[in-house]
């Protein structure tokens, strides 16, 4: 940290050592505990606090900078970073207003801690570790074995495209919790539900507004999981409807712009010539008609898996020294196998739990919306979903299914089409298109 121009070591480390004590805390009022779960996260602590210092070192020290002035090449973390300072000296950035949500976000922790990134990251950081404990929360209520929580925590912990994002000024880790603590609440009725309800509505509808709508997809899990599934429901829907309302009139309508394709090419295929081979064989996805998309969905979805792809680990390194750790891609191909053998083997059995079953299909359906607008060529958009699919990873682990033949032949066949797919998109995107 000492490498680091213009952080103040003390109370930065304090900070990270508050971050440590709630999460334990935290950890140590659930009834399903372990000595595993606690080492996990104690691992996760260690990994992202190394990776926060490194990349504050790459927007810093290599650049002759401090933390109050970073340098991001990233054009999304320049942006929130710098819309902020804008906001800060009262002038008004040249984008649409519905896109300041985080940096007014980011205003706040300033308020606090004076203009400098460090803070900013560390609260990445404990958005993913408190993610990591409301999915074993999840877990606990779908999956009726003493173990699950803990490998549910290992499970979410090991996608590292996941855990990456915890340490960059992005807004994954904060989207992503969001969308756990809604589903928490919506399969919990004691005191700390509305606190859920509440806190995970108004942070989604500052950080993302425009994801609002996506709570209404997991409220249904309310009906399979409580008894007072009635008022549940009702109240997760005043709030989200009151919320709404709310943005709808700061941002003068633009509220009622829910995410759409509109300029998504532009975006995210003509300047990406790393993605030619994928765009020459799907063709001109984004003018085709919902039908087509659909039908295209087993190969978008196939894309959307198998990115960051494990071997280039020098790619997109203008978001932090630590995107690297990204394409350590191997642990999610395991989840996403065991999620995918829940649902082909697991989830219309009559013995499978109905909440499981429920939050399982909803965070297939929340998976698969990027898979649909972007042909599932930005697989990060994804990720806010991934922890919704843990519980069901966890299950075929939880239940012993590895012990049974088709298992066995599942995941065999699985490796070997996933290995035979990385080998050909490598031989694609090697040679010149």
Excluded at 169 to 180: I, P, Q, R
Aim: net charge positive; hydrophobic share 50%.
């Amino acid at each position: 940290m000492i490498m680091m121009p213009g952080v103040k070591i003390c109370p930065t480390l304090l900070t990270f050592c508050g971050v440590w004590i709630v999460i334990e805390i935290i950890y140590n009022k659930c009834q399903w505990k372990t000595a595993a779960g606690w080492y996990t996260l104690l691992a996760v602590m260690t990994i992202t606090s190394i990776g926060i210092v490194a990349n504050i070192y790459g927007f810093t020290t290599l650049y002759a900078t401090d933390t109050s002035l970073p340098e991001l090449v990233n054009t999304d973390q320049h942006r929130y970073f710098y819309n902020a300072l804008l906001l800060r000296n009262g002038i008004t950035p040249q984008e649409p207003a519905y896109q300041f949500g985080y940096s007014y976000f980011i205003l706040a922790i300033w308020k606090i801690t004076g203009v400098t990134i460090t803070p900013l990251l560390i609260v990445n950081q404990f958005a993913f570790l408190l993610t990591l404990l409301l999915t074993a929360d999840i877990t606990s209520k779908t999956v009726k074995h003493p173990s699950a929580p803990t490998i549910a925590i290992i499970l979410c912990a090991s996608v590292c495209y996941l855990l990456n994002h915890s340490t960059l000024l992005l807004k994954e880790s904060l989207v992503t919790l969001s969308l756990v603590c809604y589903a928490s609440a919506m399969m919990n009725d004691n005191k700390f539900r509305r606190i859920k309800l509440i806190s995970a509505v108004l942070l989604l509808g500052l950080i993302r507004f425009h994801w609002l709508p996506y709570l209404l997809v997991i409220t249904p899990a309310a009906y399979f999981s409580n008894k007072g599934y009635k008022k549940i429901i009702t109240e997760s829907l005043a709030v989200i409807i009151a919320v709404w309302a709310g943005f709808y009139f700061i941002y003068e309508n633009i509220a009622l712009n829910i995410i759409t394709s509109t300029g998504i090419e532009n975006s995210f295929v003509t300047d990406d010539n790393s993605r030619n081979a994928f765009w020459n064989i799907i063709g001109p996805y984004f003018d085709y008609p919902v039908w087509k998309k659909i039908l295209l969905t087993p190969i978008t979805a196939a894309v959307q898996v198998i990115t960051p792809f494990p071997w280039n680990y020098g790619r997109d390194m203008i978001y932090g020294l630590t995107q690297w750790y990204s394409h350590i891609a191997y642990p999610w191909y395991a989840v996403f196998g065991l999620t995918a053998y829940f649902f082909v083997f697991c989830s219309w059995k009559k013995d499978c739990d109905a909440t499981l079953r429920a939050i399982s299909f909803i965070g297939l359906l929340l998976w698969l919306v990027p898979v649909y607008l972007f042909a599932g060529s930005v697989s990060r958009y994804a990720l806010p979903a991934v922890p919704l699919l843990i519980p069901c990873a966890t299950y075929v682990l939880a239940a012993k299914k590895y012990f049974t033949k088709t298992f066995r032949i599942w995941f065999g066949t699985y490796c070997l089409l996933i290995a035979a797919t990385l080998i050909v998109i490598y031989n694609l995107t090697s040679t010149p298109v």
